[in-house]
C-alpha cells in the first residue's frame, strides 16, 4: 500500500510540475521585449519552415537546432507569439521534470525532489520567456549530464547511447558552454570506462557519436549547405572572437568572480568537502559516487567561467536548486549531521529563488531591460495586432513606447506597398514574419560583431562576397533600415560604396535603393 501511495504521489508531483512549468511559463512570455533577442528566433524559425536555411540563405554563428525545433512548433500549432512562448514553455517543463526524476532515481525523497523541481521550474525559464540560445544550451547541457549521472550510477548502456546525441544538439544551439562539457564528460567518461574495464558502454556511447555525425552530414545534405560555409560561420568566426571573452581573467576581480556567484559556491560546498573527503579515501565502492560529484563540481565552475565571459549572468541562476539537490542527497548518503546540512540547503535554495524570482522575474530586470519601468508598456497591439497581450516595453524608449509602435506601423506600411525583393535590416524582426514575406537578410541578426564581420575582421571579404551574392542572385531592389540598431548605424553601406540611392521616410526609417554598379 505503501509503494502504491508513493507511486501516486510521485504521479501528481509530476502533474503539477507540467502544468506550473508550462503555465508559468507561458505568462512571463508576454511580459517585456528585447528586441534583438525575443525576435530572433521568431524571424529564423520562420524562415526554416518556408525553405531557408543557415549558413546558406543567411550569416549566423549559433543557434540552428534552436530554428529548427521553432519551425517545427510553427507547423504543429501555427505561426504565432503564442506557439513561440510555447516553445519555451515545452522546454522548461522538460527540464523541471527531467530534473525530478533524476533526483528521484538517486533516492531522494518526492518532497524534496518537488520542491528542487518547482524552483527549477521557476527560475530557467521565466527569466526571458521566449526562446533563448542561452536557456536551450544549458537545458540540454544539464540533461547531458543528468545522462552521464544515471550512466555511471544506474551502468545502463542506453544513457550512454543518448549522452553525445543530446550534446550535439546542445552545440549545435550554442558552442558555449556545449564545448567545455563535452571536454569533461569525455574525460571522465573514459577514466570511467578504463576503471571499470566497461567495454559495452563504449561502444554505446560511441555508436552515439557516430549517429549524431550521421544525423548532422544529413541535414547538410537536405538543406544543400555546405560544409566549408558551415565551418567558417560555426567554427572559425566564433573563434577568431573568442580571445577577447577571456580578459576577465586580467587582473583578477574578487567581488565578480567570488562574490557575485556566492549562492553557487554555496550550493556546492558540500560535494567540494565530499571531494576532498574522497580524494583521499581507498574504498573503490565509492568511485562512482565520486566521479559524479566531480562531474557536478566542474559543471559548476565551467557555466560561472562561462557567464563572467558574457553578459547573460542569470542564465545560472537555476542551477541553485539544481545543485543544491546533489547536496542534498550526497550529505544524506555520507554525512552524520545530514539533517542540519539539508535544512541549511532548503533554506538556501527557497531564498535565492525569492530573491532572483523577485528581481529579474517579477520585475524584468532581464538583460536590457534591467533600467525600464514597466508602468509605461502598452498592449502589444498598439504596435501589431499579432502581438495583443503583450506588455510592450523595450529599452529603446523606455519612457514613450507609444513613439516606437508609431515608427514600427510607418515602417510596415511602406515595406508591405513594395512587391519587390527587399533586405529588411531591423531588430523588429517579427515584421516579415507578420507581412508574410521573406525578407533576404544575409544574416540572422545585424548585432555588427557577434552578427555579421565588420571591416576589421579577416573574414569580411568573405562577408562581402556573401552578401552582395546574396543581392545579385535575388535581384534585390531595395534595403530597408529600421532603427534603432545594436550594431551599425549603417549595417551594408560599406559593402555597397556608392551603388546605392538613400530615400529617408523619417528619422528611424530610410530606404537604399539598388544601381548597377
Not at 519552415?49 to 504543429?76: R, S
Not at 533600415?481 to 551603388?499: A, F, R, S, Y
Request: some cysteine; hydrophobic content about 45%; overall charge positive.
Amino acid at each position: 500500500m505503501k509503494i502504491k501511495n508513493k507511486n501516486l504521489l510521485s504521479i501528481f508531483s509530476i502533474i503539477f510540475l507540467i502544468f506550473f512549468s508550462v503555465i508559468f511559463n507561458q505568462y512571463y512570455g508576454y511580459i517585456g521585449i528585447l528586441p534583438i533577442d525575443s525576435f530572433l528566433i521568431f524571424n529564423s524559425g520562420y524562415d526554416l519552415m518556408n525553405g531557408y536555411y543557415p549558413f546558406k540563405d543567411y550569416w549566423t554563428i549559433k543557434e540552428p537546432f534552436i530554428d529548427l525545433i521553432q519551425a517545427i512548433f510553427f507547423k504543429l500549432f501555427g505561426v504565432s507569439w503564442f506557439s513561440y512562448v510555447f516553445h519555451a514553455s515545452v522546454f522548461n517543463c522538460i527540464i523541471t521534470i527531467f530534473t525530478f526524476l533524476l533526483l528521484k532515481k538517486l533516492h531522494l525523497n518526492n518532497s524534496l525532489c518537488f520542491f528542487y523541481s518547482i524552483c527549477v521550474a521557476i527560475l530557467t525559464y521565466p527569466t526571458a520567456g521566449t526562446p533563448f540560445s542561452d536557456h536551450h544550451t544549458l537545458i540540454l547541457c544539464l540533461s547531458s549530464l543528468y545522462l552521464f549521472i544515471l550512466a555511471i550510477d544506474k551502468r545502463n548502456n542506453i544513457f550512454w547511447f543518448l549522452i553525445p546525441i543530446i550534446l550535439g544538439f546542445s552545440f549545435l544551439s550554442k558552442q558555449a558552454p556545449t564545448v567545455y562539457l563535452i571536454f569533461l564528460i569525455t574525460v571522465l567518461s573514459l577514466i570511467f570506462f578504463i576503471r571499470t574495464k566497461n567495454f559495452s558502454s563504449f561502444i554505446s556511447a560511441l555508436s552515439g557519436v557516430c549517429l549524431i555525425l550521421i544525423l548532422f552530414f544529413i541535414l547538410l545534405f537536405l538543406g544543400d549547405i555546405k560544409f566549408n560555409d558551415f565551418l567558417i560561420q560555426y567554427f572559425s568566426y566564433p573563434m577568431s572572437l573568442g580571445g577577447s571573452r577571456f580578459e576577465w581573467l586580467f587582473p583578477f576581480d574578487f567581488k565578480r568572480i567570488v562574490w557575485r556567484y556566492k549562492l553557487q559556491y554555496s550550493s556546492i560546498a558540500i560535494l567540494i568537502y565530499l571531494f576532498i573527503k574522497f580524494s583521499f579515501a581507498k574504498n573503490r565502492k565509492i568511485f562512482s559516487d565520486y566521479l559524479i560529484i566531480i562531474s557536478v563540481i566542474c559543471f559548476c565552475l565551467l557555466t560561472i567561467m562561462h557567464q563572467l565571459m558574457t553578459i547573460n549572468a542569470i542564465f545560472i541562476y537555476c542551477l541553485i536548486p539544481i545543485f543544491s539537490g546533489f547536496s542534498h542527497i550526497y550529505s544524506k548518503k555520507y554525512l552524520k549531521k545530514e539533517k542540519i546540512i539539508g535544512r541549511l540547503l532548503i533554506a538556501l535554495t527557497l531564498c535565492s529563488t525569492v530573491y532572483y524570482y523577485s528581481y529579474y522575474i517579477k520585475n524584468r530586470t532581464f538583460m536590457d531591460l534591467k533600467e525600464v519601468s514597466f508602468e509605461n508598456s502598452i498592449d502589444g497591439e498598439q504596435v501589431h495586432s499579432e502581438l495583443s497581450n503583450i506588455r510592450w516595453i523595450t529599452m529603446f524608449y523606455p519612457n514613450n513606447p507609444t513613439q516606437e509602435a508609431s515608427n514600427i506601423k510607418l515602417a510596415i506600411k511602406i515595406i508591405q506597398e513594395d512587391n519587390n525583393k527587399k533586405i529588411i535590416i531591423t531588430d523588429y524582426q517579427f515584421i516579415s514574419v507578420f507581412l508574410k514575406q521573406y525578407d533576404f537578410s544575409p544574416t540572422r541578426f545585424w548585432y555588427n560583431f557577434h552578427g555579421y564581420p565588420t571591416e576589421k575582421s579577416a573574414y569580411f571579404n568573405y562577408w562581402k562576397e556573401f552578401v552582395l551574392k546574396k543581392i545579385r542572385k535575388n535581384n534585390i531592389k531595395n534595403i530597408y533600415v529600421l532603427k534603432p540598431l545594436h550594431g551599425e548605424t549603417k549595417p551594408l553601406e560599406n559593402i555597397l560604396k556608392d551603388c546605392y540611392q538613400k530615400q529617408v521616410f523619417s528619422e528611424t526609417f530610410y530606404k537604399l535603393i539598388l544601381k548597377d554598379c
